[in-house]
Structures are given as C-alpha cells and as structure tokens.
Nanobody, 128 residues
Framework: QVLLVESGGGLVQAGGSLRLSCAAS????????MGWFRQAPGKDRDVVAAISWSGTFTYYADSVQGRFTISRDNVKNTVYLQMNSLKPEDTAVYYC?????????????????????WGQGTQVTVSS
C-alpha cells in the first residue's frame, strides 16, 4: 500500500505556471512507475504524464507535450509535475497515482486500469 498526498494546486492565469508535488509513503514507491492524471467535470480521468521507476523514461499526453514536465526524487519519495504555459482547458482536479508496473509507457497506455493507488486530488484552475 502506498499513501499519496498531493499539493501545489491553485488558481493561475492563462500562460502561467504551477508545480504539483506528490509525497508518497510505502515501500513500493521506488520500484513503481508514477503518474499524474486529471479529471474535469463530466469527463473521464485521463493520464497526463508518467515516469518510470528509475526516472529515466517518461510519457506525456499529446495535449501537454512540451508544456508539462514530470520528475521524481526517489530519496524524498516525491513526484513532481511542472506545468508551464497553462491553458484554460488544463483546468481539472489533478491526481497522483502509483502504477502496478515499473514502466512509464505501460502506465500511459493502460491509464486508470494500471493504477494501484490514488492520491486525494488537487484542484488546478486556469483563468482566461
């Protein structure tokens, strides 16, 4: 079991930046891929970015490629999502997740089906 706690959400104007953090506890963190998902009202929870257990490989949804960067610190048991050039369509609740597999591409392909544990979510609102 991995406990995940997100922080860093908030309100920002279009074009601005935010950095989300996800602190994890539990032995499985350093051997599992981690990811960020988001869910807007009335929509599915979709994967935004994923990172392999070692931090070497990443996956990004097309909608955020080039604007968002996922990273992790296995000493601090923390995963980050740096979000730049934010757009109103990025508005959603963002969830941190730990995968049941070590690879980023697998997590990206499987989406919610491959998630072992979820964080509680943090709201990101981008105003136009």
């Amino acid at each position: 079991q991995v406990l995940l706690v997100e922080s860093g959400g908030g309100l920002v104007q279009a074009g601005g930046s935010l950095r989300l953090s996800c602190a994890a506890s539990g032995r499985a963190f350093s051997s599992s891929a981690m990811g960020w998902f988001r869910q807007a009202p009335g929509k599915d929870r979709d994967v935004v970015a994923a990172i392999s257990w070692s931090g070497t490989f990443t996956y990004y949804a097309d909608s955020v490629q080039g604007r968002f960067t996922i990273s992790r610190d296995n000493v601090k048991n923390t995963v980050y999502l740096q979000m730049n050039s934010l757009k109103p369509e990025d508005t959603a609740v963002y969830y941190c997740a730990v995968s049941d597999a070590p690879g980023a591409q697998v997590m990206g392909a499987r989406g919610s089906r491959g998630v072992r544990n979820w964080g509680q979510g943090t709201q990101v609102t981008v105003s136009s």
